[in-house]
Nanobody, 122 residues
Framework: QVQLVESGGGLVQPGGSLRLSCAAS????????MYWVRQAPGKGLEWVSA????????YYADSVKERFTVSRDNANNTLYLQMNSLKSEDTAVYYC???????????????WGQGTQVTVSL
C-alpha cells in the first residue's frame, strides 16, 4: 500500500538547519508531484513547497522562500526538505504528501505521511 514516512525532525536553535526526508513506497514515486505541508500548534495546515515529478520545477511559500529547498531522488523514492535559517515560527509538524499533478487545495492530495515534529527554540 501507499506509504509516506517522514523523518529528520527534531529540536534546533534559531538560525540552525535541518533536513527532512520522506521515504515513499507502494506507488510510482517518479510519476507524482510531491508536497511539503506544515501545521503549527493551534493553527491550520500551511502549504510549504511543491516539486514536479522530475524535480525541475519547485515552488515555495513566501514564508520559507530562500531558506528552504525541496528536492527529490527518484532513484531512491525519497523527497527532501532542506531547512536553513530556521525561525521559531517554523515550529510545526511537517507532512509530505503526493498528487498526480500540481494542485492547489489539500483535499486534492491523495496520500499523506504521518508527519515529523520540528521545534525551533533556544
Amino acid at each position: 500500500q501507499v506509504q509516506l514516512v517522514e523523518s529528520g525532525g527534531g529540536l534546533v536553535q534559531p538560525g540552525g538547519s535541518l533536513r527532512l526526508s520522506c521515504a515513499a513506497s507502494g506507488f510510482t514515486f517518479s510519476s507524482y508531484w510531491m508536497y511539503w505541508v506544515r501545521q503549527a500548534p493551534g493553527k491550520g495546515l500551511e502549504w510549504v513547497s511543491a516539486i514536479s515529478t522530475g524535480g525541475g520545477k519547485t515552488y515555495y511559500a513566501d514564508s520559507v522562500k530562500e531558506r528552504f529547498t525541496v528536492s527529490r531522488d527518484n532513484a531512491n523514492n525519497t523527497l527532501y526538505l532542506q531547512m536553513n535559517s530556521l525561525k521559531s515560527e517554523d515550529t510545526a509538524v511537517y507532512y509530505c504528501a503526493k498528487a498526480v499533478r500540481l494542485v492547489v487545495t489539500f483535499d486534492e492530495y491523495d496520500g499523506w505521511g504521518q508527519g515529523t515534529q520540528v521545534t525551533v527554540s533556544l
